[in-house]
T-cell receptor, first 114, second 118 residues
Framework: DGGITQSPKYLFRKEGQNVTLSCEQN?????MYWYRQDPGQGLRLIYY???????QKGDIAEGYSVSREKKESFPLTVTSAQKNPTAFYLC?????????????FGPGTRLTVL | AQKVTQAQTEISVVEKEDVTLDCVYE???????LFWYKQPPSGELVFLIR??????QNEISGRYSWNFQKSTSSFNFTITASQVVDSAVYFC???????????????FGTGTLLAVQP
């Protein structure tokens, strides 16, 4: 089945550690996105990528990094510079940049900093 | 500036009641799209509908209907004869084009938590 997978579902991190969240899609989508969701704040865009080997900062990129070496994969690293990383992280993808296509979402990763 | 407002933080209804979720948006663009997503307790966002700024026709899909009014910048969502399975957080979102036409970005509202009691 086509879809977006994210792993792990739950992730615990000690302060000062970097962690990487995985996002894979087999929908042949060009664009991929990372969002952060906090209670009562909706979704906020961290990074997005329209094409392989290119990505752009979203609204809250500080303390995060990404790579896009393959069309299917868009991993997100939460670095120790992110002051408040505990949140629910959602990955999404869509067809054709610039065509207002709906974004499809993965099941999310819940990150907790201990 | 682009903005989406969902003023209703939580709504609780009894099964079989009709319920309307409000969405008000702000944009200076003449071309934009509006979306509704459903987020059940499992966490994954499920796409419900996309509507472009040039199409103000209401849409109905089963028990779901959407009312788009550009005059009031609103895109409201009604669930008829609600069911327990409709319990979820519902997000309204606005998609706009960065100048240059290179980016399809979504701005989300803060969501409305709908609880349908049996």
């Amino acid at each position: 089945d086509g879809g977006i997978t994210q792993s792990p579902k739950y992730l615990f991190r000690k302060e000062g550690q970097n962690v990487t969240l995985s996002c894979e899609q087999n929908l042949n989508h060009d664009a991929m996105y990372w969002y952060r969701q906090d209670p009562g704040q909706g979704l906020r865009l961290i990074y997005y990528s329209q094409i392989v080997n290119d990505f752009q900062k979203g609204d809250i990129a500080e303390g995060y990094s990404v790579s896009r070496e393959k069309k299917e994969s868009f991993p997100l690293t939460v670095t120790s510079a992110q002051k408040n990383p505990t949140a629910f992280y959602l990955c999404a993808s869509s067809f054709d940049r610039g065509n207002y296509n709906e974004q499809f979402f993965g099941p999310g990763t819940r990150l907790t900093v201990l | 500036a682009q903005k989406v407002t969902q003023a209703q933080t939580e709504i609780s209804v009894v099964e079989k009641e009709d319920v309307t979720l409000d969405c008000v948006y702000e944009t200076r663009d003449t071309t934009y799209y509006l979306f509704w997503y459903k987020q059940p307790p499992s966490g994954e966002l499920v796409f419900l509908i996309r509507r472009n700024s040039f199409d103000e026709q209401n849409e109905i899909s089963g028990r779901y209907s959407w009312n788009f009014q550009k005059s009031t910048s609103s895109f409201n969502f009604t669930i008829t004869a609600s069911q327990v399975v409709d319990s979820a957080v519902y997000f309204c979102a606005l998609s706009y084009m960065n100048y240059g036409g290179a980016t399809n970005k979504l701005i989300f509202g803060t969501g409305t938590l709908l609880a349908v009691q049996p």
